[in-house]
């Protein structure tokens, strides 16, 4: 009976720390989208506009903060839900692959944050999931859906 007692602890508290990770991928994700929005009205103003010198600056801003803004944050808060349902269901431990895969979204996430970097490839402003046509920046999006 203490077996199942530790199994069932082990479970929850498995399921509990992914949904967690998840939540906290999410939310701050929609945070630095938040914060990058400032930046696309900075780079939009004429006084501030004037003392950048990379022309692409604006639209590199505004590529991270749609992928952060909508692509990590509408991937990660699903997935947050998701566990949340499989802690109030007490389904079994969740494997491997599942308590990496927000490890490896969490680092393509970051990654995103690369193509802020001037010089970093061509900024592509193309509907739903804008791009930095750069091997870097691909590399952190493949992350983000691992």
């Not at 970097?117 to 750069?134: A, C, K, Q, S």
Request: glycine letters at 8%; charged letters at 10%.
């Amino acid at each position: 009976m203490n077996d199942l007692r530790a199994t069932a602890r082990r479970a929850t508290g498995d399921r509990g720390a992914l949904a967690r990770h998840w939540l906290v991928l999410a939310i701050g994700s929609l945070a630095a989208s938040g914060l990058l929005a400032f930046g696309v009205v900075a780079a939009r103003i004429p006084a501030l506009a004037r003392h950048w010198t990379d022309t692409d600056l604006a639209h590199r801003i505004l590529v991270v903060h749609v992928d952060l803004g909508v692509v990590a944050w509408f991937s990660a808060l699903p997935v947050a839900v998701l566990e949340l349902f499989a802690l109030a269901r007490a389904a079994p431990p969740a494997g491997p692959l599942a308590r990496l895969a927000p490890w490896l979204s969490t680092a393509g996430a970051i990654l995103l944050l690369a193509g802020l970097l001037p010089g970093l490839g061509t900024p592509f402003t193309v509907n739903y999931v804008p791009l930095i046509d750069h091997p870097l920046y691909f590399a952190a999006l493949t992350l983000l859906f691992a």
